[in-house]
């Protein structure tokens, strides 16, 4: 027993602060106002105010706190990317995890589980050996395996993959995680509130006020405030607010799903992610399977479940596992993608004075949640890129300057 | 071996559902039991006199029956095989060996019953706040909390069996085969049109087959609808099946005996009534407390007393007919307890007033008194609820009693209808959410929508069984109404009774309180969704049906607002767990073989997967490497041949097929002359190299291309798509699968084509790049002179059902020369010699052709392609990397493909093809690099295994550069 939880059996009160207020009312004006209160907004205002001593900051949010995809991705930790610029970006946000539970005094069940990427052909041999060279080129904890490796951490897969595509090898990267994903959003927003930071549930922007190229405010179903600095981290709702201040992206809304099964005593200690097969899957420290696959291929702006998905799903499930045949999926969802064509986010200024931009998350948003608040609260602090995002700036779709992560990011969480 | 534990049941009674014939022999926790066939392990067990059924996930507290319909999910077995198997649902099988999951030690002796005396130190949220320091100890503890958490457990060494799918559509379909729902089947099957009923049980009725007294006609007028049912052909009853869940545009699936049905159904009748729901008190979750119904089906279907002496706590008139039920199998009731001050006038009511029985009017139960060990109760304390709802403890009485059957009201089992995109409205006046606006196509009766007396359900049913065929007739539909209920107050507005020692539960799936709702309502957590998340109600394997509607109540209460303004958590699928089994089916994985294919095995090819195509990789019996240069050598030296079916194969055919072609690829094709073929390169619209083949002239408005094998089905579609964007006259038509292709190549391979065909093959008549149709071996055949393994070849592509045909010719006629079938790897490494590209290995998701050295085949003058506009931006620039060949002068370090090639700390590219060449003894291989290092002589560095080896640019192709060889 914890000495923490002690004090709860022998107080008679509970008496446990509030995580987040409710403010009653949005004040006249913001020295930042962040749209969104996922992790990535509740992030940025976190490091607002602990690093840059920002603290009058509005973070709206049209529905709950973590509701978009900080709630409904995967909750996958890694940094084993393709290229330079995504290997340092990722990498860094690992490193901030492994210490976000004693920053919040939260627990986040960040759990390091390792990470296999399964590799059934040549062609994805090849990649998966690219990727291993270039995280090591660069510091990052990242191996091409064969498969003896892979029936010793994961001693009840089927790597005859029922026969249909055997595994031929796997990336492996021991740092890969899980948390809980919520939680994450939850110690944000905890810490932000804390040092003054005002979080707004159930506030909606629906308009964005521009004069001349610079923003001065943002019109919301509970009025109008004054700001000079918009965050705009609203991933899949990101394009209509785009719209109201003018800026083009070539970002594609895209459903991405995922299932959870009932809870099962433990069985399957790293995480199995196979690109060929769309299947990545986790056991959840409660004993549930976690997975998900890749994109839904067509664009469209709905979180209704399919049920292909999940038999889709169910099939690779038991092309790696066979004996998961009488487990049972509990519950499937979806969320809102917003897909960039290189598969890397689009992040810092815009064409738009003091709006910013934290948008193309496509599949990876959540493991980017800490690096993106460091990086975007410094952008905005200091109203110029953060050296790691730099990259990623909205500007090179015109000078073909992409930073292309689609070998790493597609199925791979 | 103990004697089978069996207790009689009670008399026999016509619509049971046991068959007091067969007797059954099962095991629970290593004891043995009797069973009637029909029971479920709960009922066989309760009726046995077993009250301790399961352990509860958080506290380990004692289980028994609760709601005995699929919600009891904390009566969770395993029998070695199969985890979590349903005890309240599941059949007795003879010879079922069943344990309890989850616990440690036995399920009486359960050694994490610990945690519920630690409960006071297990608050909501605990492991939020505490285990992570110090972080190095938070491996260990998550290992235990691991062990600890989780139901059951997987045999890894379990088999897979398949299992069905189907599929299906109709007219109207009717979930639920309850009254309701069979007057639905009933109007809608009278209107014509393909009619199928859905029941999740073993037979029709609905809750009709255990109504008891408080439906006491009900045999009869079920009986009648379903002699009804079965007079219209056009009606299916599918029993055993249960709707797991409602996708888009009324797409749903089921699981039945059958498996997996997926139906599109035009209309949908959800009549899927309602889950009754329990009332909140301290110890509301012990054995001997259940819910009405659970009473009513133990003693109806089951025939089993589900206790001797029983406190009925009510909330509506329902409950009085539940007590009468209880009496009726000889259940001696210690009193109604009803929270209402005023009680009903009905005549269930005015029943149980003359059978004597004492009614508490306006109390409620503060708690219930455990029996020794948790395992069952032996009393409860009735209060007086006051008009905020809670109860007055002051004046608390005791009751004594074995049982509290709670018969408090309903929420809709409207699961489907919010899958489907329909609201439930909460409607304060009957303390119910009841369906709001309905997606197109749905409709909703009986006591799902809101409509509670059987008369009234009937009428409802009728009625959206005749709007469900109006609408898939596509005629006017009537509008919605509400029938004439007798039934006004189904539920009790507010069934909770705090405890200040809590163990009020709210949630039985993850032992969730009262108390921990309102806690975390005090931490922040104050909407539906995020309490949901926080405290974990709803997240069980029941899915909230029996704890969504009390947590949003307490929620309500605790934030000042209504229940209708704290509303529910999203409906998502399934409606009830659904196998991984049933949901993959038959796990079919076509492997695609092209029509050579038995000739290769004949051959001793070793094959690999290629996507979904089986293709030789190479040629046994020989080593593989070995056998790799065998091949390589006798294209080099004689001839070889390679089946290359797997190339998409399209013809562009219509008035615009040249200048779709223009704007497809990057190359020339208007100009292209008959009897002629041109290297085609794509690109995408950033300029990305997407993909490349051949385009032959067959026509002036006739094209045949080919794609590589892996880019087939997607370049097909994208033509499909653009042929409809450009609103072009162009028709594609895909031949991949109807043409079989080889690839007749070697110095000898004319002088053997020449042996099976009167077409004038001489070097000047039938030139590099020349097209022809002609007669091969006695078969139409396309033919095209290219040169993709560096040698003269010919590709000769024939309907699929005479490829082997010719492939046996070609073998045949080239015996004198010694030809040999070359496998994928030779080809490989030919062309690789040869210095030419794959697309997909020798470029990747952001390669330009002017990175790739294939600027030679993008025409930038055209008016227009795809990717035209971006390569424009992009050409003017220095490049960024560059493909060029290499050799390696020492090869004692092989590099691997993909393999860094670096500058210090610079990724400068990577290798993209590397082999050992056996036409130049050398290892050779391709790789992009900075631009400046692919100036021949560069010596360049790989990374290999953390050492750099280094390798000298040469220019490509390695092999044959003045062409002369594939052009002979």
Redesign the interface.
């Known amino acids: 027993?914890?000495h923490?939880?002690?004090r709860?059996?022998l107080s008679k009160k509970?008496n446990?602060?509030?995580?987040?207020?409710?403010p009653e009312q949005l004040k006249k004006s913001y020295d930042v106002v962040i749209i969104g209160a996922g992790g990535h907004g509740l992030a940025t205002a976190y490091y607002l105010a602990r690093d840059h001593g920002i603290t009058n900051v509005a973070v709206l949010e049209r529905?709950?706190?973590?509701?978009g995809g900080t709630?409904r991705n995967t909750a996958i930790v890694r940094a084993n990317y393709l290229t330079?610029e995504g290997v340092a970006f990722y990498d860094e946000s690992v490193r901030l995890f492994q210490?976000l539970?004693?920053d919040f005094?939260?627990?986040?069940?960040?759990?390091?589980r390792g990470h296999f990427t399964l590799a059934?052909?040549?062609?994805s041999l090849?990649?998966m050996?690219?990727r291993a060279?270039?995280n090591?080129?660069l510091g990052v904890d990242s191996e091409l395996v064969d498969t003896a490796f892979i029936k010793e951490k994961c001693?009840?897969i089927d790597l005859s993959c029922?026969g249909?595509?055997p595994v031929m090898g796997a990336l492996f990267h021991p740092p890969g995680a899980i948390a809980?994903h919520?939680?994450v959003a939850?110690g944000y927003g905890r810490g932000a509130d804390q040092r003054g930071v005002e979080i707004h549930?159930q506030t909606e922007v629906t308009g964005i006020l521009v004069e001349g190229d610079k923003v001065t405010g943002v019109q919301t179903n509970r009025g109008t405030v004054e700001t000079s600095k918009v965050v705009c981290a609203v991933a899949g709702y990101t394009p209509p607010l785009l719209e109201m201040v003018g800026i083009k992206t070539p970002l594609v809304i895209q459903p991405l799903q995922a299932c959870v099964?009932?809870?099962?005593?433990?069985?399957l200690d790293t995480i199995i992610v196979s690109a060929s097969l769309h299947l990545y899957v986790s056991q959840s420290?409660?004993?549930e399977l976690v997975t998900g696959a890749s994109l839904d291929p067509y664009p469209i702006h709905?979180t209704?479940?399919?049920?292909d998905f999940?038999?889709g799903?169910?099939?690779h499930?038991?092309?790696l596992f066979?004996?998961?045949?009488?487990?049972?999926?509990?519950?499937?969802?979806a969320g809102l993608s917003d897909v960039t064509?290189?598969f890397s986010p689009i992040m810092g200024l815009s064409p738009v004075e003091g709006f910013y931009l934290d948008a193309g998350w496509g599949t990876w948003g959540f493991k980017a949640t800490p690096v993106c608040g460091k990086t975007m609260s410094y952008t905005v602090a200091e109203n110029k890129p953060h050296p790691l995002i730099e990259p990623f700036r909205l500007s090179r779709f015109k000078e073909?300057e992409?930073v292309?992560e689609?070998?790493a990011a597609s199925v791979g969480h | 071996m103990t004697d089978p534990i069996f207790i009689e049941r009670l008399p026999a009674a016509g619509d049971e559902w046991i068959d007091r014939d067969q007797r059954l022999c099962f095991s629970f926790e290593g004891r043995c039991h009797r069973a009637y066939a029909g029971d479920t392990v709960s009922s066989a067990l309760w009726g046995n006199g077993v009250r301790l059924l399961g352990r509860s996930f958080k506290y380990h507290r004692p289980r028994g029956v609760y709601s005995m319909c699929g919600h009891d999910a904390n009566v969770m077995l395993e029998d070695g095989e199969t985890p979590n198997i349903r005890g309240d649902t599941t059949l007795v099988e003879d010879g079922m060996e069943l344990t309890a999951v989850n616990t440690v030690g036995s399920l009486r002796h359960d050694l994490a019953g610990l945690n519920d005396r630690m409960s006071g130190f297990l608050p909501v949220g605990f492991y939020y706040k505490a285990f992570h320091t110090p972080s190095w100890m938070f491996p260990n503890w998550e290992r235990m909390i691991r062990g600890i958490a989780g139901l059951g457990k997987v045999n890894p060494a379990a088999e897979w069996k398949p299992s069905p799918k189907g599929y299906d559509a109709c007219d109207v379909l009717i979930v639920g085969g309850g009254p309701s729902g069979m007057a639905a089947a009933l109007a809608a099957g009278r209107a014509g049109g393909r009619v199928v009923l859905v029941e999740d049980t073993r037979c029709l009725g609905g809750s009709l087959c255990y109504a008891g007294a408080t439906a006491p006609e009900s045999a009869a007028t079920v009986n009648s609808m379903r002699d009804e049912l079965e007079k219209l052909e056009n009606v299916e009853v599918r029993l055993n099946t249960s709707v797991r869940g409602c996708y888009s545009e009324n797409w749903l699936a089921f699981i039945g005996p059958g498996g997996l049905t997926k139906m599109r159904a035009t209309a949908v009748v959800v009549a899927t009534g309602a889950y009754e729901q329990p009332a909140v008190f301290r110890h509301n979750d012990l054995p001997g407390v259940m819910l009405g119904t659970a009473a009513q089906r133990l003693v109806h279907l089951y025939r089993v007393k589900p206790m001797q002496r029983a406190l009925v706590l009510v909330g509506n008139d329902y409950g009085y007919g539940v007590a009468l039920d209880l009496k009726a199998a000889g259940v001696e009731i210690a009193a109604v307890a009803d929270f209402r001050e005023t009680i009903g006038k009905g005549e269930l009511v005015h029943d149980v007033k003359t059978a004597g029985i004492e009614i508490l009017a306006g109390q409620g139960v503060y708690e219930a008194r455990p029996a020794g060990g948790l395992v069952g109760i032996k009393g409860a304390r009735v209060c007086p609820v006051n008009s905020a709802g809670t109860g007055l403890s002051t004046s608390a009485t005791n009751v004594n009693c074995d049982g509290i059957v709670m018969a408090t009201g309903w929420a809709p089992a409207g699961d489907l209808i919010g899958q489907a995109g329909g609201r439930l409205d909460y409607v304060p006046e009957a303390a119910q959410f009841r369906p709001g606006e309905l997606p197109p196509g749905m409709f909703a009766a009986g006591r799902v929508n809101g409509v509670f007396g059987v008369d009234a359900r009937l009428e409802d049913g009728e009625h959206a069984g005749g709007q469900a065929a109006a609408f898939a007739a596509g005629k006017e539909v009537p509008a919605r109404r509400r029938p004439a209920d007798e039934i006004t107050a189904p539920s009790y507005p507010y069934p909770i009774i705090k405890h200040p020692k809590g163990k009020a539960f709210v949630d039985f799936d993850e032992d969730v309180q009262v108390k921990d709702i309102v806690n975390a309502v005090k931490e922040g957590y104050d909407s539906v969704e995020l309490v949901k998340r926080y405290a974990t109600v709803g997240m069980g394997p029941s899915q909230g049906k029996i704890s969504n509607l009390n947590s949003s109540r307490v929620l309500a209460t605790a934030t000042g607002q209504a229940v209708g303004a704290v509303g529910y958590t999203t409906f998502r699928p399934f409606t009830r767990p659904t196998t991984i089994g049933e949901l993959a089916g038959r796990r079919f994985h076509p492997d695609r073989r092209t029509p050579i294919h038995s000739r290769h095995q004949a051959a001793g090819a070793v094959f690999m997967h290629a996507g979904a195509w089986l293709r030789p990789e190479y040629y046994g019996p020989l080593v593989r490497h070995q056998a790799i240069v065998r091949e390589v050598q006798a294209v080099r030296r004689r001839a070889g041949v390679i089946d290359v079916g797997t190339l998409g194969k399209i013809d562009v055919c219509g008035a615009d097929a040249a200048e779709f072609l223009e704007r497809m690829y990057t190359g020339r094709f208007s100009d292209l002359k008959l009897g002629k073929c041109r290297y085609a390169l794509m690109c995408d619209e950033s300029g990305v190299v997407a993909d490349d083949g051949m385009s032959a002239r067959l026509g002036d408005d006739r094209f045949y291309v080919t794609t590589t094998s892996s880019g087939s089905a997607a370049i097909v579609r994208e033509m499909k798509r653009w042929a409809i964007i450009w609103g072009l006259e162009v028709t594609i038509i895909d031949h991949t699968g109807q043409f079989g292709a080889l690839n007749l190549a070697g110095p000898e391979s004319r002088r053997i084509l020449g042996r099976l065909t009167d077409l004038d093959i001489g070097a000047d008549s039938f030139e590099y790049l020349g097209f022809r149709q002609a007669v091969v071996a006695g078969v139409n055949c396309r033919l095209m002179r290219v040169g993709f393994v560096g040698e003269l070849g010919y590709e000769l592509h024939v309907p699929a059902q005479h490829a082997a045909v010719l492939w046996d010719a070609v073998v045949e006629a080239g015996q004198p020369e010694e030809i040999m079938p070359f496998g994928v790897e030779a080809q490989r490494l030919l062309r690789m010699e040869k210095g030419h590209q794959i697309i997909g290995q020798d470029t990747d998701a952001l390669t330009t052709p002017l990175e790739a050295g294939l600027a030679w085949a993008v025409k930038m003058a055209k008016p227009f392609f795809i990717g035209q506009r971006s390569l424009k931006i992009i050409a003017p620039r220095p490049n960024v990397r560059s493909l060029a060949g290499f050799v390696m002068h020492d090869s004692t370090v092989m590099p691997a493909e993909c393999h860094l090639v670096v500058d210090g700390d610079e990724i400068c590219g990577r290798v993209t093809s590397i082999a050992r060449s056996p036409t130049l003894g050398q290892v050779i291989g391709m790789a992009y690099m900075r631009p400046d290092q692919t100036i021949p002589g560069t010596v360049i560095d790989i990374c290999v295994e953390g050492r750099l080896v280094q390798a000298e640019v040469v220019k490509l192709p390695f092999y044959d550069p003045s062409n002369e060889r594939q052009k002979s």
């Open positions: 027993m914890p923490r939880l002690l709860f059996g509970y446990e602060p509030r995580m987040f207020r409710s529905a709950y706190i973590g509701g709630g330079p210490d539970s004693a005094d939260l627990n986040l069940f960040y759990s390091q059934h052909s040549d062609a090849r990649t050996r690219w060279e270039v090591k080129h001693p009840h029922g249909h595509a809980r919520d939680a939850w549930q099964s009932e809870p099962l005593k433990p069985w420290s409660r004993g709905s209704r479940s399919t049920l999940v038999e799903l169910s099939g499930l038991l092309d066979p004996f998961l045949g009488d487990v049972k999926i509990m519950r499937q969802w064509p290189d073909f992409l292309g689609k070998g």
